[in-house]
């Protein structure tokens, strides 16, 4: 009975984020076609392969939020968290010479880690998820200094690791369908993460506890363990976005970081997903922070000054929280 | 279990403060050990300072940052002038460079030291003016390094000329390409000294020097990596006939170096950086950068804590002192005089 009626609930949100969905992707879809009336150097594959390319990070670290979002929770340690895996990568490939596959290994531990950490406090230990996931967010920043020694560490002894984000598979098996490899990696998280949220029982329960905490542990669910399972996927999700970022720059930068975090969830939000927890989708997710990529893009190729760029994307997110609210008012 | 938990804390405490006690020892440059050096008396009693550490200078220095390289090249050229001179300093920062509060209160920490004298890279040319105005009231000097403040407070500013500096790359820059075409610049801020001046040198001497070079697009990538890296791509797609690219911090030179590996187009373009740091040496040495300005922190630092120990001796100290930039290049890079300021 129990299960029926989560599942119940959860097909009155389907329908509802379809919706949402179709207005999110429309506005992407309105956005690429003003953009590339407004320039004929935007519609173009190199471009739209530079859009896709710079959403990856963003976009993987979104999804990851996207977990958290859902049990109305939230990440604020995704960004810097994400730089400490990419240092703990760069420690276990370029300082200890590790095979590539181990660093990688360590990188997305060392996100699962953090994200099991933050998902203790709040659930074991009562913490609030933003002041705990805030404590992790200096704690990883921290962390990602003192390792390093506060210097970059580069990977140029290991060429391979920067063929994971820069290099194509695509392209080696259709010439001059050069899809870096960092896009693929970001669509095969999203699917992973489409069927973890919507196929599996982490994501029922994921909405179960955003819907209603209390009446999903009084049906017997064991909501603490349940919570940290899911603050350590997004943990995993944050390792991914660490590699892919150390890859992209063939080198751990350590002091970067911070603010990625607040993008990723301006991306979740675009697409859909409430804060108030309970609904949200991964496809959402990813039509968030596509459209969060195409806006900068276009932006700078119409050099709009930079100062104005930003004001926009604060508009946007504005405009597109608004359009969520009305259409719940009317649903 | 909550007893487990408390004790874990109270071990967690204990490793911090231990580390934390490790760091000041480490900071303190001549912590200690310089004393116990038995071989070397004719230099010390030469200086005049055999005595016990207490009567040695404390120079505290308030940086605007500890993270970036460059501010880590500042640190160790005052680290190399308190050894010489024997004096302690400290050296510190904000994490990042907005966080002008954050400053003010180290510099208000240090002042209540009472040190001999103290060094400051201010973030904000005028929030520190009544902190400083302190340090005149209580006779301690103030050796401004870096960035400059609007007062007449500071004994002596040592610093880039950055204005020059970023001359010297646009020439360099017309030379490259021909005297003609299309440029773009990517900076690291447009709110900073360094950032307005690094830009306004590099477009003045454009503008008066060199009319056939058109300067298409000026964008900010707050020396981020990635994002510089997504940027000067976006600018590469938006002017296809791009022929120069000048990155004005070590962040945006580096996005800039990437965008035109992503982009395949390398020898298409002249990309000039400013600063060091390994990728752009490397992409120097690769050809794929033609060349950088580069600043000379080490000397930024040194010469901080030489005239704050002057100036803390009453000695007179200039008002001004350039601590000079090099242009290096394929050419060069391997030359004692470049070797000396480029860091890794």
């Not at chain 1, 029926?4 to 097909?11: L, Q």
């Not at chain 1, 320039?39 to 959403?55: A, D, K, P, R």
Request: glycine share 12%.
């Amino acid at each position: 009975m129990r299960i029926t009626e989560i599942a119940g609930v959860k097909s009155k949100f389907a329908v509802q984020s379809g919706l949402q969905q179709l207005l999110a992707f429309g506005s992407l879809i309105l956005l690429i076609i003003f953009f590339s009336i407004a320039s004929s150097n935007f519609f173009q594959f190199s471009n739209l392969v530079g859009i896709l390319l710079s959403t990856a990070v963003i976009g993987v670290l979104a999804l990851g939020s996207t977990f958290v979002i859902v049990t109305g929770g939230i990440d604020l340690s995704v960004g810097t968290v994400m730089t400490l895996c990419s240092v703990m990568t760069g420690v276990f490939i370029a300082m200890w010479g590790l095979p590539v596959w181990v660093g990688i290994v360590g990188g997305l531990l060392t996100g699962a880690v953090c994200g099991f950490m933050s998902g203790l406090a709040i659930a074991r230990l009562g913490i609030p998820p933003f002041i705990a996931t805030l404590a992790m967010m200096m704690i990883a920043k921290g962390l990602a200094l003192v390792i390093s020694g506060t210097k970059p560490i580069y990977f140029t002894e290991t060429p391979v690791f920067m063929k994971l984000s820069q290099g194509s598979l695509l392209g080696d098996i259709i010439p001059g369908f050069d899809i870096p490899n960092a896009v693929l990696v970001f669509f095969l998280a999203a699917i992973i993460g489409s069927v973890l949220l919507s196929r599996t029982i982490v994501g029922r329960y994921n909405f179960a506890i955003g819907s209603n905490e209390e009446a999903t542990r009084l049906s017997g669910v064991n909501v603490r363990n349940w919570k940290i399972a899911i603050y350590s996927i997004t943990g995993l999700f944050t390792g991914v976005a660490g590699i892919l970022m150390a890859s992209r720059l063939n080198s751990a930068q350590p002091s970067l970081g911070m603010g990625y975090e607040l993008e990723a969830i301006a991306a979740v939000v675009i697409g859909g997903t409430s804060l108030s927890g309970g609904k949200g989708t991964i496809i959402g997710t990813v039509i968030g922070a596509l459209i969060m990529s195409v806006l900068t893009n276009g932006l700078r190729i119409l050099s709009v000054p930079p100062e104005w760029q930003t004001v926009v994307v604060g508009f946007v997110i504005l405009l597109a929280v608004y359009a969520d609210n009305l259409r719940r008012r009317k649903a | 279990m909550r007893k487990g938990l408390s004790i874990l804390l109270l071990a967690v405490v204990m490793v911090i403060s231990a580390c934390g006690s490790n760091g000041n020892g480490g900071n303190n440059v001549n912590g200690g050990n310089e004393p116990a050096v038995t071989n070397k008396p004719t230099e010390e009693t030469s200086n005049g300072v055999t005595d016990a550490p207490a009567e040695k200078m404390y120079i505290p220095l308030v940086s605007k940052g500890f993270q970036h390289q460059f501010w880590q090249a500042v640190k160790s050229g005052a680290e190399k002038a308190a050894a010489e001179l024997n004096v302690d300093i400290t050296f510190e920062g904000p994490e990042t460079e907005s966080q002008v509060d954050k400053q003010l209160e180290m510099l208000q920490v240090a002042l209540d030291k009472k040190p001999s004298a103290i060094g400051f890279a201010a973030l904000d040319s005028q929030a520190s003016i009544p902190l400083l105005q302190k340090a005149k009231d209580a006779g301690i000097p103030v050796i401004a390094f870096d960035s400059g403040v609007d007062s007449d407070i500071p004994t002596s500013l040592v610093t880039t000329d950055n204005l020059a500096a970023a001359g010297m790359a646009a020439d360099k820059m017309s030379e490259l390409i021909g005297g003609e075409g299309e440029v773009a610049v990517i900076v690291h801020d447009q709110t900073s000294r360094t950032g307005i001046d690094r830009r306004d040198g590099f477009v003045n001497r454009m503008k008066e020097q060199y009319p056939n070079i058109k300067i298409v697009d000026i964008q900010y990538g707050g020396g981020d990596h990635l994002k510089s890296t997504d940027l000067a791509k976006a600018m590469m797609q938006a002017h296809p006939n791009l022929k120069g690219f000048f990155g004005a911090n070590e962040g945006s030179a580096i996005g800039i170096i990437n965008a035109v590996t992503e982009m395949k187009a390398e020898g298409k373009i002249t990309v000039i950086g400013y600063d060091s740091g390994k990728a752009q040496i490397d992409a120097i040495k690769s050809g794929l950068m033609a060349g950088a300005i580069s600043q000379n922190p080490v000397g930024i630092g040194y010469e901080t804590v030489k005239a704050a120990v002057a100036a803390s001796k009453g000695e007179t100290v200039a008002a001004k002192i350039d601590s000079g930039f090099v242009w290096f290049d394929k050419t060069n890079i391997d030359s004692e005089e470049v070797k000396a300021v480029i860091y890794e």
